[in-house]
């Protein structure tokens, strides 16, 4: 993919917005990308802002506090040939020990699939829409909000950017079904909808297979009927099956 570079603050830190580090400490399901056991809490510079490194949200990966120091001023690739050659020669100083197993083995798909995912723009443009250009004071307050941010995700039966809208966005508006798409200006809901325990059980399950919640499979069956002007298979049920005589087409 193409990087847009302009602008971009190079060799030292900006204060960047919450979204950002929600976004990066969220991937890969919230654990470090190189560890894979510990809890990410710190953006790593995956080109290392020593080295002139880019201080943005491309060259983010999640990292626990203790796998950022160790990681220190190389990039993962770096690290993964110092961790090689120290493996063949501990003596000669490559790296400080050795990964642990778990650690080494598929260390570069880790990273490759992480970064994937923090590419991943339906991702990225969530996350701003949602945090807009909000800024954390200290970064306790960065980590309540990660807390939070993360229950609401799990909550979620799938991932709301993978979902589709409910109306075309406009002006920055979410209207993502199982997220903000409920809470739409123009939108109305329903009272209640009667279904026995099986029919519930089925609608429940098709509306998973689609990744709606169930109001919004209702609207859509609802908006579809409509469309068609009532002629949908709850009326052709009761409508004789005979052809319409020609003139009265
Ligand atoms: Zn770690
Ligand atoms: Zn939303």
């Not at 560890?35 to 790593?44: E, I």
């Not at 001023?73 to 770096?78: G, I």
């Not at 807390?147 to 799990?154: A, G, K, M, P, T």
């Amino acid at each position: 993919m193409t990087v847009v570079d302009e602008g971009v603050q190079r060799g030292k830190r900006a204060k960047l917005p919450t979204w950002v580090w929600l976004m990066t400490l969220t991937s890969n399901q919230g654990f470090c990308a190189y560890c894979a056991v510990a809890p990410s809490t710190t953006l790593d510079h995956e080109e290392p802002i020593a080295d002139n490194g880019a201080d943005i949200w491309w060259n983010f990966l999640p990292a626990c506090k203790p796998c950022n120091d160790w990681k220190g001023k190389r990039t993962s690739v770096e690290w993964l040939i110092d961790q090689k050659l120290h493996r063949e020669q501990p003596t000669v100083g490559f790296d400080t020990r050795r990964m642990p197993l778990r650690m080494f083995h598929g260390f570069e798909e880790r990273v490759a699939r992480i970064r994937r995912e923090i590419r991943e723009a339906g991702r990225r443009d969530w996350f701003r829409h949602h945090y807009g250009n909000a800024r954390h004071k200290i970064k306790a307050e960065m980590l309540e909000h990660l807390r939070i941010c993360r229950e609401e995700l799990s909550s979620y039966p799938h991932l709301p950017w993978t979902t589709p809208n409910v109306y075309a966005s406009v002006g920055g508006v979410c209207t993502r079904h199982m997220c903000c798409g409920h809470w739409h200006p123009h939108a109305r809901s329903l009272d209640a909808v009667i279904l026995t325990d099986d029919q519930y059980t089925a609608f429940s399950k098709a509306a998973f297979r689609e990744g709606m919640s169930e109001g919004d499979l209702t609207a859509k069956l609802i908006a579809a009927y409509l469309i068609s002007g009532g002629d949908t298979a709850l009326s052709t049920d009761r409508r004789p099956k005979a052809t319409v005589p020609a003139q009265h087409r």
